[in-house]
T-cell receptor, first 115, second 113 residues
Framework: NAGVTQTPKFQVLKTGQSMTLQCAQD?????MSWYRQDPGMGLRLIHY???????DQGEVPNGYNVSRSTTEDFPLRLLSAAPSQTSVYFC??????????????FGPGTRLTVT | AQSVTQLDSHVSVSEGTPVLLRCNYS??????LFWYVQHPNKGLQLLLK??????LVKGINGFEAEFKKSETSFHLTKPSAHMSDAAEYFC???????????FGKGTTLSVSS
């Protein structure tokens, strides 16, 4: 198993550009999520999905869209990039809608810079 | 609302000495608690988790944590630090619905020889 994969590893965008961060998992996990990591802030939840066709907002959803058309993929779209979205983005997955019983597996991250 | 507070943003120890990383949590229900580690420019790895079973939880690489409900604490310890333990450590609590992890701001552990 490749686990959770993310592409690209690095990306530089200009303000106003749009892009999609890709996330895929090959473990047949129901639950997937996106976090952003900023210095001194820990990780904060952007969006999550409990299964194909079902998504919901996390703590910091503004400026981001998600969709979940398959179990394996959970892309994160930046509609109009802003410098405040400069961050490291992590995708995570877990076997099911968990109650703390299941480990979340994190991808390697995407480092995004918006100029 | 649930929250975690990591009491030290940076901890420095010498190789071979004990490690203590402190975490307090706030929760209106019986929480699931975790410690994750992040090595430089890497993803996150689960060290250990508490899910209302034994209050002393053993994790990987010799780390352990004790859940103390009366003190609302979940401190991470290791008897003897190794150079490879230098990393950022996050104390994490799940929300009640189980749909999100709530991260502390992290503690950077430095280990000197």
């Amino acid at each position: 198993n490749a686990g959770v994969t993310q592409t690209p590893k690095f990306q530089v965008l200009k303000t106003g550009q749009s892009m999609t961060l890709q996330c895929a998992q090959d473990m047949n996990h129901e639950y997937m999520s996106w976090y952003r990591q900023d210095p001194g802030m820990g990780l904060r939840l952007i969006h999550y999905s409990v299964g194909a066709g079902i998504t919901d907002q996390g703590e910091v959803p503004n400026g981001y869209n998600v969709s979940r058309s398959t179990t394996e993929d959970f892309p994160l779209r930046l509609l109009s990039a802003a410098p405040s979205q400069t961050s490291v983005y992590f995708c995570a997955s877990s076997p099911r809608l968990w109650e703390g019983l299941y480990e979340q597996y994190f991808g390697p991250g995407t480092r995004l810079t918006v100029t | 609302a649930q929250s975690v507070t990591q009491l030290d943003s940076h901890v420095s120890v010498s190789e071979g000495t004990p490690v203590l990383l402190r975490c307090n949590y706030s929760s209106s229900y019986s929480p699931s608690l975790f410690w994750y580690v992040q090595h430089p420019n890497k993803g996150l790895q689960l060290l250990l988790k508490y899910t209302s079973a034994a209050t002393l939880v053993k994790g990987i690489n010799g780390f352990e944590a004790e859940f103390k409900k009366s003190e609302t604490s979940f401190h991470l310890t290791k008897p003897s630090a190794h150079m490879s333990d230098a990393a950022e450590y996050f104390c994490v609590v799940s929300n009640q619905a189980g749909t999100a992890l709530i991260f502390g701001k992290g503690t950077t552990l430095s280990v000197s020889s």
